[in-house]
């Protein structure tokens, strides 16, 4: 099993900044993708951004240029740097583990429980 536990939420004005932490334990797999996905209020949940454990990443483009994912493979940690928010990026972030397994259990999925962003004045 594996755990995943975020922390970094909080609330911000228009223009600023935050940084959210993912840290992932227990039967992680040498190959994977972590990412950041949220749930603004009233849509449906959409990726933000992942980062493969190679260092491939990619952004929803909306937040491209703005947020910046990174990861510490030794840690099982990714981040999230979040720049010049605006009050559409309020939602809750979840952060997520996709582990590629070729076993006939297939890819696995595991996310945190969520932490909130609100972005107002």
């Known amino acids: 099993q594996v755990q995943l536990v975020e922390s970094g939420g909080g609330s911000v004005e228009p223009g600023g900044s935050l940084s959210l932490s993912c840290a992932a334990s227990?039967?992680?797999?040498?190959?994977?993708?972590m990412g950041w996905y949220r749930q603004i209020p009233g849509k449906q949940r959409e990726v933000v951004a992942t980062?493969?454990?190679?260092?491939?990443?990619n952004y929803v483009p909306s937040v491209k240029g703005r947020f910046t994912i990174s990861r510490d493979n030794a840690k099982n940690t990714v981040y999230l740097q979040m720049n010049s928010l605006t009050p559409e990026d309020t939602a809750v972030y979840y952060c997520?583990?996709?582990?590629?397994?070729?076993?006939?259990?297939?890819?696995?999925?595991?996310w945190g429980k969520g932490t909130l962003v609100t972005v107002s004045s």
């Open positions: 997520n583990l996709h582990q590629y397994d070729s076993s006939p259990s297939g890819d696995m999925d595991y």
């Open positions: 227990g039967n992680i797999f040498t190959v994977n993708a």
């Open positions: 980062i493969t454990t190679g260092g491939t990443s």
